[in-house]
């Protein structure tokens, strides 16, 4: 998709310097309803392991990504956590929002560090009114994210823990567009994918003795991609496949 530069001094006058659009949304959006919408975004830089949506605590802003990559996790009563979501420059967090809800049902932090444009939610629902193509995309996006939602629940269930650490780190890397590298620990994969630590090193020393991966000092680099495909649990294409057949439509 092609893509756009953009003054942020259209989006906030706190910041002049240009950026490059990449949000697949904003950029499907016609150029005279993107015009309209502009005032109302706000260019932000985030920072990794920021937390940009509480559970249960009211929605205040809602976010275009524009690079990197947002972790929705889901958080039982108990106090486990596990990641059902990845979003990244296709997507956009506090979708609740679009269906006139207030708060957040999940929790959403920054995997990987990333710039986005951050809209008040108060404002979004005039920004409907401005562009309707706004509108209907984030409704059809919210589908794609249920999907990725039920997708990924199902893997976390039936597949083995180096399928689906292979899977994430796929999905990671095709939301990464700098690089094959992506700062990330043992720990903090076990607390994504929901299991033990040991079996995230377990999951990862597979992956790397059949040189796919590499991983040291809390960052993983893709080797080959090809292979690790091939090493992924089917959740993964079929996810890609369901996706590519909805967006054909």
């Given amino acids: 998709m092609a893509k756009a530069q953009v003054r942020t001094s259209d989006l906030s006058r706190r910041n002049q310097t240009n950026v490059q659009l990449r949000n697949e949304l904003l950029l499907r ?8 919408i502009w005032p109302n975004l706000e260019f932000v830089r985030l920072k990794g392991h920021q937390v940009l949506h509480q559970a249960g605590e009211p929605l205040k802003s809602g976010y275009f990504c524009n690079s990197g990559v947002f972790s929705v996790l889901s958080e039982m009563p108990n106090g486990n956590v596990v990641e059902v979501a990845l979003i990244g420059k296709e997507g956009f967090a506090g979708i609740p929002l679009v269906s006139g809800f207030h708060t957040s049902a999940a929790t959403v932090i920054v995997q990987v560090e990333a710039t986005a444009f951050r809209v008040d939610a108060s404002h979004l629902k005039a920004m409907f009114r401005q562009s309707p193509s706004l509108e209907y995309e984030l409704h059809r996006y919210s589908q794609l994210l249920t999907l990725q939602i039920m997708q990924t629940s199902t893997c976390n269930r039936f597949c083995e823990v180096h399928r689906r650490l292979a899977r994430w780190l796929l999905m990671t890397h095709d939301r990464c567009e700098d690089g094959s590298s992506f700062p990330i620990t043992q720990d903090f994969l076990a607390y994504m994918l929901g299991t033990r630590r040991s079996s995230i090193s377990l999951a990862a020393g597979i ?5 796919m991966i590499s991983y040291a000092r809390g960052e993983v680099t893709i080797l080959n991609r090809s292979t690790l495909e091939n090493a992924a649990c089917d959740c993964y294409e079929a996810l890609r496949e369901q996706i590519r057949d909805w967006q054909g439509n």
Avoid at 29 to 36: D, M, Q, Y
Avoid at 207 to 211: A, G, P, S, T, V
């Fill in 29 to 36: 959006i016609p150029r005279n309803e993107r015009a309209s």
């Fill in 207 to 211: 992956l790397q003795k059949k040189k």
